[in-house]
């Protein structure tokens, strides 16, 4: 910009040197000789920063370009942008997350304390591509729940375990063997049921009570 106000500034001051030079000289026959010379200067001072710009290295105005603080100042702000929107894009899909969680743990809890004298510590929720989840996930967008027990204390635990109902006519998928086994193996199953996951997908780690 700096560069465009200087060569309107010159061509204004060299038109206006003309015209006092023009006033100056008497009415002679030199006279159109020297309008013809003046018209040619003024060409050349026009054609000035086109003539400057051919005779220069494109790589290095490129270079110029390149490390212009307004051009890195630019840059700068997009990174910015950038960085800011995959931080809000990581809270959004951390708080569905963490809702998510909270939604699966007070859908079983009761029943887990009725039924095995467990309480549920926390739930935790391993997706694929966190960063750009933008929903409650659902199986197929899950890698693992992974769910913590505690045991309660004897007044709390219940000897008579109530029979789980699993639905049958969900279709078996072709997935490996469960992590969990025994009790657990039977929590997985009941959480498998109510949470309509694969048995698979479930985590089961009993924590001993007092």
Request: hydrophobic content about 40%; overall charge negative; aromatic content about 4%.
């Amino acid at each position: 910009m700096s560069y465009l106000t200087e060569w309107i500034t010159t061509i204004i001051l060299f038109i206006l040197l003309a015209t006092v030079v023009d006033m100056l000289l008497p009415s002679s026959s030199m006279q159109k000789y020297t309008k013809l010379v003046v018209g040619l200067l003024l060409i050349v001072v026009i054609l000035t920063p086109i003539l400057k710009l051919l005779s220069t290295d494109m790589d290095e105005l490129f270079a110029k370009m390149m490390t212009h603080p307004s051009y890195i100042s630019e840059k700068n702000t997009e990174n910015l942008i950038e960085m800011k929107k995959k931080e809000i894009q990581a809270s959004h899909s951390a708080y569905i997350l963490e809702q998510a969680a909270v939604q699966m743990k007070e859908d079983v809890e009761e029943e887990l304390r009725e039924q095995y004298g467990l309480t549920v510590k926390k739930v935790n929720l391993v997706v694929k591509n966190q960063d750009q989840l933008n929903k409650i996930p659902t199986e197929e967008d899950l890698e693992m729940v992974v769910i913590v027990l505690e045991e309660g204390t004897e007044e709390t635990a219940i000897s008579v375990v109530k029979p789980v109902q699993i639905d049958t006519s969900r279709p078996n998928k072709p997935e490996p063997s469960s992590p969990n086994s025994g009790m657990e193996g039977n929590i997985a199953a009941f959480l498998s049921d109510r949470w309509q996951l694969h048995e698979t997908l479930i985590s089961v780690d009993v924590e001993g009570g007092d």
